[in-house]
């Protein structure tokens, strides 16, 4: 049996006591994207006691991660780790009774759903709207709480997604899955409820961009631990169903109301059309054949600011511009050959990351230096 002393200063709090840490202890918890927030995330939830952890990401880690990735080391960048294989090895010696599952994959629609598998609360560590939309339309099929969080800058958003009663499995049941079980009147509308399209590629600033302040991270993902302990504990009446907004730069933080934002016509929630899990939406990726390229061509046309564009891309390389594309070699980029990445971008959204032929690590670029 696990020895609960090492968890006493938690079990102190009125909310979870000896019962709530035992619930804790026997939760699984999915964390998608193991970057800035992902690592703050899982950091936060080993040390709380959860019992087992999935944590899903595709990239490596280098140094420029280390200012703000909490769970890497210069070791890990000698070593090329991938950041999942990184964060099992630390949170191991964190705490050792935490079950880690790593997955250096990137997670899509093919393996959402096994990735995801047995897990109570899927928590969000990403940086791009459509993988987003994928861990909402499957909280929201499966009827799981999911607990969205995103920082950029100095700023940061996070909400939780309570699905509405008779989404899935869980929700409104009485039951729920683990601690968590909720009504109609504790239900909150799903994330494209608030956010119904994703932004234009290049319209948002991203972290390669536009740049992160560490404690904008760290706020954010003690949001997200926050609420995740909360519903693993089963007090889904403390859960926040707001959305919060911080600056940690300007000292403003803002909670909005976001109970009328639910659309009875979503597609999502409303409709119970799983888009982005069924693999219809999303942006698309093709090996370019001979020219070791990838198309990365997003989900919707858009009309994009070509110049705009090349002025956020001018602190990471040399590009040209004109009224067709954008064009540039990445400074800090390689392929796996070694190769310069070169990177253009059309006025549809439409980029070719050229010096990769792997459409993962090409979707990470697109979703480093474009944004999505």
């Known amino acids: 049996m696990t020895d609960l002393h090492r968890y006493h200063r938690q079990m102190l709090l009125p909310g979870i006591g000896e019962t709530g840490q035992r619930r804790i202890r026997a939760a699984h918890v999915l964390v998608v994207g193991c970057g800035a927030l992902g690592t703050a995330i899982a950091d936060g939830l080993a040390r709380a006691g959860v019992g087992t952890l999935t944590i899903v990401d595709r990239d490596f880690v280098e140094i420029t991660n280390l200012q703000r990735q909490v769970l890497f080391d210069e070791t890990d960048v000698a070593s090329g780790l991938p950041k999942a294989e990184a964060a099992r090895r630390k949170l191991a010696r964190i705490n050792h009774e935490v079950v880690v599952h790593a997955h250096v994959a990137d997670f899509n629609h093919r393996n959402a759903a096994r990735l995801a598998a047995g897990a109570e609360v899927i928590v969000d560590g990403l940086d791009n709207f459509e993988t987003r939309y994928l861990l909402n339309d499957l909280a929201v099929r499966d009827g799981r709480p999911y607990v969205y969080g995103g920082a950029v800058a100095t700023t940061g958003l996070s909400m939780t997604v309570l699905p509405w009663p008779g989404a899935g499995a869980g929700a409104g049941t009485g039951a729920g899955r683990g601690g968590a079980a909720w009504g109609a009147s504790e239900s909150t509308p799903c994330l494209r409820c608030v956010f119904p399209e994703a932004p234009p590629p290049g319209s948002s600033p991203t972290c390669d961009t536009a ?136 006025p549809d959204g439409r980029a070719i990351v050229k010096g990769i032929t792997d459409v993962d690590a090409a979707r990470a670029v697109y979703a480093r230096y474009v944004g999505a």
């Open 211 to 346: 740049g992160v302040l560490g404690p904008a991270v760290t706020m954010v993902a003690a949001h997200q631990v926050a609420q995740t302990l909360k519903l693993l504990v089963g007090r889904v009446d403390a859960v926040d169903r707001g959305l919060l907004s911080l600056d940690v730069w300007t000292n403003v933080v803002q909670r909005f109301d976001v109970s009328g934002a639910r659309n009875p016509d979503c597609e999502c929630c409303g409709a119970r059309t799983f888009a982005y899990l069924d693999g219809r939406a999303g942006s698309g990726a093709t090996t370019l054949c001979g020219r070791e390229a990838v198309q990365i061509t997003p989900a919707a046309d858009h009309r994009l600011d070509l110049a705009g564009i090349a002025a956020q891309l001018a602190a990471h390389g040399t590009f040209t511009v004109n009224e067709f594309l954008v064009r540039g070699v990445l400074r800090d980029e390689r392929g796996g050959s070694g190769a310069p990445v070169e990177l253009t971008v059309f």
